[in-house]
């Protein structure tokens, strides 16, 4: 449907993956995505995206290794976007190595 999609992944036989996105309502949104390698290593994550307006919008993901990735972004005007994120290792919150982020989209 259009309210749910589901997909599956395969790269080089080595690597498998599925995900599912759902739009729960107009403003909000979600999808999860699992992953598995042949060596081993399998990956999980969950994301959102809230709509707080027609120009504006948050996102939240976090994934099983404890990063957590926020985003806001906020259309100025026609053509012209901007986006503050940042990355979180919720390992180590209390040490350096955390990522932010902006960007400023402009098209004509």
Known sequence: TKEMVAHVTANDKKVFGAGIYHKISADLET?????????????????????????????????NSSLVGLSYQQKLRDGITLTLSTQLDGTKLNQPGHKLGVALEMSA
């Open 31 to 63: 999808g999860v995505n699992i992953s598995a390698a042949m060596d081993g290593k399998t990956g999980f994550g969950v994301g959102c995206k809230y709509t707080l307006g027609p120009d504006a919008s948050i996102r939240a993901k976090v994934d």
